[in-house]
């Protein structure tokens, strides 16, 4: 059968494999469409394989929130090199794994990626991930994600720096209107600025707290030998309660107060004041791309050296 380029333009649009590619599964398949997107897919899995040993600590966080800001997810996606991270492929496929992960009912990474792919219910979410990799030519991965649901206020999102880090605050209010949506936006971007680690005190362990009671403690012996308790109580504590100030959002300064003195918590209350409202910072989450993972360090003359034979 003849491959026409109607042909391989109509599969090349089905699956985004490169052009050769397609005219070949169309050779080798005879000019049966369905058996030539089966050919690309099985030879996206094989070539995801061959990347599979390959670092992937560059990508994208992507957030997205209900209609109803009821419901929201923050998804990161790994990818090898910062390029692709821009590509717009790349990022059209982060968008549709932030939507499916938006309602899904997985708990962890390994059940989402082997439910079915939303969009193309004859794949799972991972074998659309390997045919991803076929066709970007990078390993990839997707690391992690986190659903919030809020049914008595609503969720904000931020991205920072074209997906280099994504948040989503859950907002308890019982008035919702774009006052109130700012002051979460703005507490958002508080949480991608500052890095906090809990929301509020509340949050912190006992455990935590009695360990950094003991470490300060020594360290405020060593600096005061000759002081009594009281005095070293008085030093820890004044030492712990900075440090609460540094990782509890609600007591970190707001970055955006005029004053250089007002906390996020006294910014809340304020618009809550000022709209007649109740409102609460329930929760965040922050992820940041590639956080934790080591990243591939290129030395492109040492690669060409390589490829040259020295």
């Not at 005219?23 to 050919?39: H, P, S």
């Not at 040993?53 to 560059?58: H, L, V």
Request: aromatic share 6%.
């Amino acid at each position: 059968m003849a491959i026409t380029a109607g042909m391989v333009k109509e599969l090349r649009e089905m699956t985004g494999a490169g052009m050769m590619d397609c005219k070949k599964a169309l050779t080798e398949t005879n000019g049966d469409m369905d058996k030539a997107v089966d050919f690309l897919r099985e030879k996206g899995l094989a070539g995801a394989q061959k990347k599979a040993g390959r670092i992937a600590a560059e990508g994208v966080v992507a957030a997205l929130v209900s209609e109803d800001g009821k419901n929201g997810v923050v998804v990161e996606v790994n990818a090898e090199t910062d390029f692709v991270a821009k590509n717009e492929k790349f990022r059209s496929y982060v968008a549709e794994v932030a939507a499916q992960a938006l309602t899904t009912e997985s708990s962890d990474v390994d059940a989402f990626l082997n439910e079915k792919w939303a969009l193309d219910p004859s794949l799972t979410v991972n074998e659309k991930l390997s045919s991803m990799i076929s066709i970007i030519g990078e390993n990839m991965h997707i690391r992690r994600f986190a659903q919030v649901h809020e049914e008595g206020g609503f969720i904000a999102s931020y991205i920072h720096g074209g997906g280099k880090i994504g948040v989503l605050v859950d907002v308890e209010s019982d008035v919702v209107n774009d006052a109130v949506r700012e002051m979460a936006k703005n507490v958002a971007m508080q949480v991608a600025a500052l890095k906090p680690l809990y929301t509020s005190r509340d949050e912190v362990s006992a455990e935590y707290l009695a360990k950094e009671e003991e470490i300060l403690t020594a360290a405020a012996r060593q600096e005061k030998p000759d002081a009594n308790d009281k005095i070293l109580a008085g030093m820890v504590k004044g030492r712990i309660n900075k440090e609460l100030k540094e990782i509890c959002l609600v007591d970190q300064i707001y970055v955006k107060a005029e004053d250089g003195k007002q906390t996020v918590g006294a910014y809340v209350a304020e618009v809550a004041k000022a709209n007649s409202a109740k409102i609460s910072i329930k929760s965040f989450v922050r992820f940041e791309t590639g956080e934790g993972l080591e990243k591939k360090n290129e030395d492109f003359a040492a690669e060409v050296a390589k490829q040259m034979g020295n």
